[in-house]
């Protein structure tokens, strides 16, 4: 699994993919992946490929009240099973 840390790396994997002819299947998330996700990134698997998980905590998501910096973030564990499944990439960008 590849992991693409910048837009225009993105970008470019996902011109390429379309040029091959093939259908790029995301599954955009915050992290803190569970079965829910998996179960999102099987059904993206069986119809597209490449498959790409995003992975970002977007701060702007967040209101006055709500502490973004207590939002849970496993990347670690998060990559480890994204590996496990197959997934062809892995988009974590900055913000």
Known sequence: MEIIRTISWMSQVARESRVKE???GLV?????LH???F???RA???DCSPVVVSIFVNPKQFGP???FQK???AFDADRAA???LGVDYLFAPTP
């Open 39 to 41: 179960s999102l990134i």
């Open 44 to 46: 993206a698997q069986s």
């Open 65 to 67: 009240s709500e502490d």
């Open 22 to 24: 093939r259908i790029v």
């Open 28 to 32: 955009p998330t915050m992290g803190a």
């Open 82 to 84: 994204l590996e496990n």
């Open 71 to 73: 939002y849970p973030r």
């Open 35 to 37: 079965e829910g996700h």
